[in-house]
């Protein structure tokens, strides 16, 4: 189930807006300056699916990720400060769930929950991050 969940993300994605993420930023302890040259940039998230694993390659001009999560149980990712999280990932539906245990918020750990969706041809992935929700809504390449 996993992966034919997972398939249906496939693809080269562009950011084409949000809401929320300057307070969700704020929350993960992201200074001034960065959340606001973070605003401005492009976000290109690239996902790929493997035999037993999804991979993620998020680019901005600020910093690049790399992730492979495998489609069912956890694994350890890096986060934004290149602290380690307890990832797994979740299905809803048609809806593919990451949620994280450790994700650095300042001086705090917290939890995150990121809901990745389909609507109307565009990817949403809705983060909540210690009770604050931002939004990045995704055009395909």
Not at 24 to 42: C, E, P
Not at 55 to 71: A, D, G, I, Q, R
Request: charged letters at 30%; a neutral charge; proline letters at 1%.
């Amino acid at each position: 189930m996993g992966k034919a969940v997972a398939e249906k993300f496939v693809g080269k994605w562009k950011q084409e807006s949000t809401d929320n993420i300057e307070e969700l930023n704020t929350k993960l302890g992201f200074g001034w300056a960065t959340r606001k040259i973070a605003n401005m940039m492009d976000v290109y998230i690239e996902i790929t699916c493997n035999a037993d694993s999804i991979h993620f390659s998020t680019k901005t001009k600020l910093k690049n990720m790399e992730s492979t999560l495998p489609y069912t149980g956890s694994s350890d990712q890096k986060g934004f400060s290149d602290e380690t999280i307890a990832t797994t990932i979740t299905y809803e539906g048609d809806d593919m769930v990451i949620n994280g245990k450790g994700v650095k918020c300042g001086d705090k750990l917290e939890d995150s929950r990121r809901v990745f969706s389909l609507r109307d041809g565009k990817l949403h992935v809705i983060q909540t991050v210690g009770g604050v929700t931002g939004t990045r809504v995704l055009v395909k390449q």
